[in-house]
């Protein structure tokens, strides 16, 4: 047996018409899987039908509304005939001091990095349980071990995804259903622009990574492949940090 061979099975990705989310996209599709994602964007079709191949399907979203994202979800499932892995990458984040923190702005993260990452865990879980097998990978943050600066409602809702992935653990590995989790460092993205051009605050990050510099997006694909395939059938409730060696120092 080819411990990482998935060719021929099916993904579903959130928040993947760009970012990590298309870059975790990409890896599946290239890895032989049949990829649906699931985006806000509008163009989100012809991107996964551009980037993933034709046999890729793309599905516009709004996954800040709870029945938009369960009728997406059926929707993926119905085109793909079939669910074996869940990537939940849709997130987003907001940066404002503590004291003077939104209430709104903490209420939208909260719904988006996490309950909807646990809408979409309960959805495949009881397809995954019906067929006897899935895998699902939470997109955490090296947020989900530190507190950050500026940044506290990502930060609860990383460390709550983490939470939640051996919440899950504890009761759907035994349906052998796998879930982890992989917790990105700094990532190269549009998210972190904002710090890449401000070169006292870049420089400062940059120095406390063992390797040297920031990851890319397909630095995550290995992986995530890895947590996919058969490989890690036994590897269960794990979350990776794939940060450079950041979480070291």
């Known amino acids: 047996m080819n411990l990482f061979d998935i060719r021929g099975k099916k993904a579903l990705v959130t928040g993947a018409g760009r970012g990590i989310g298309l870059a975790l996209a990409k890896g599946l599709a290239e890895a032989g899987v049949q990829v649906a994602i699931i ?6 079709d012809k991107i996964a039908k551009r980037e993933l191949g034709k046999e890729a399907v793309g599905i516009q979203a709004d996954l800040m509304n ?28 907001y940066k404002h001091e503590f004291l003077s923190y939104p209430d709104d702005k903490w209420d939208a993260i909260l719904e988006l990095d996490l309950s909807c990452a646990f809408s979409f865990m309960k959805l495949a879980g009881a ?9 699902i990978i939470n997109v955490a943050s090296m947020n989900a071990f530190l507190g950050g600066t500026n940044c506290p409602a990502y930060a609860a809702a990383k460390a709550g995804l983490a939470q939640l992935t051996k919440s ?8 052998n259903i796998n879930i982890n989790a992989i917790a990105p460092g700094f990532i190269l993205t549009e998210l972190t622009r904002h710090i890449v051009e401000n070169p006292a605050a870049y420089e400062a990050k940059t120095a406390r990574i063992p390797k040297g510099r920031w990851g890319q997006a397909e630095d995550l694909v290995g992986t995530l492949l890895f947590l996919s395939a058969p490989a890690s059938d036994y590897v269960c409730g794990a979350v990776i940090p794939i ?7």
């Open 127 to 135: 397809v995954m349980k019906e067929q006897g097998a899935g895998k």
């Open 39 to 44: 985006d806000i964007l509008p163009d989100v």
């Open 168 to 175: 899950g653990t504890n009761e759907l590995s035994r349906y």
């Open 66 to 93: 709870r029945e938009e994202r369960r009728e997406a979800f059926e929707r993926a499932v119905t085109n793909l005939k079939g669910l074996d892995i869940l990537v939940n990458n849709a997130g987003m984040q």
């Open 243 to 249: 940060d450079g060696g950041y979480l070291c120092k």
